[in-house]
């Protein structure tokens, strides 16, 4: 049998370069008013699988527009088998990169600072044919909790069922002075193929809109 090689480590460079006018059509974004073409971010991203079991990933955007870091992100993942995971990340944007892109949000407490977010996203099963996947994010910068995510799955060879509550930060309220959360109640049925050979498919969970997950392996 032939092996396929494995990919163990990778480190990318890359510039954006914006040729055209940005299609938002929002003058209030400062760098729109002012540079409307040739701004150049450059972005880097690395990956290192440590083990068959470990691996580290992250990236970085500098935007020369802010003359700052934009954007970032880190994330270090167990993952046992297909269904059995646990990945720690972080997520940063910074103060400057929201004035820019956010202005009328960037004077909100929550903003002042930027966005600097831990969290964690596990999947695991529970039982038989059940599996139960989680996700929690916290605001280092406000000390508060940020996105959350529960779900719980039953599996079989013909269907699954799925049931899931996310609660996710959506906004900020200046005259309450507080964050606004969205809260979603959800519900999926999955019709399956007669087949004997079924897995868990917590896949699908974990690609839910909230989660920012990406593999580390």
């Known amino acids: 049998m032939m092996m396929l090689p494995l990919n163990v480590f990778n480190a990318s460079v890359g510039q954006i370069y914006y040729f055209t006018e940005s299609r938002t059509g929002d003058d209030n974004i400062n760098w729109e008013k002012n540079n409307k073409t040739g701004s150049l971010v450059w972005a880097g991203d690395t990956y290192w699988r440590m083990t068959d079991r470990w691996g580290l990933r992250g990236g970085l955007q500098y935007d020369t527009r802010l003359d700052n870091v934009a954007t970032s992100n880190a994330a270090i993942e167990y993952r046992r088998d297909e269904d059995r995971m646990v990945q720690l990340s972080y997520r940063y944007a910074s103060p400057e990169y929201i004035q820019a892109t956010l202005p009328n949000f960037s004077t909100a407490d929550q ?3 930027g ?3 831990v969290g964690g996203t596990a999947s695991w099963p529970i039982a038989d044919r059940w599996s139960i996947v989680g996700a929690y994010y916290f605001d ?3 000390s508060k909790s940020a996105d959350q995510m529960l779900g719980v799955q039953y599996s079989s060879c013909c269907y699954a069922i799925r049931v899931g509550y996310e609660r996710k930060l959506n ?3 200046p ?4 964050s606004e959360y969205d809260n979603v109640i959800g519900f999926n049925i999955e019709l399956r ?3 004997s050979n079924y897995g868990l498919g917590t896949q699908q969970m974990l690609r839910s809109p909230i989660l920012p997950y990406r593999s580390s392996l």
């Not at 005259?175 to 507080?178: A, E, L, P, R």
């Open 171 to 173: 906004g900020w309220d």
């Open 193 to 195: 193929g007669l087949s």
């Open 175 to 178: 005259d309450k002075g507080q």
């Open 111 to 113: 903003y002042k600072e």
């Open 140 to 142: 280092t910068n406000q």
């Open 115 to 117: 966005i600097s977010q």
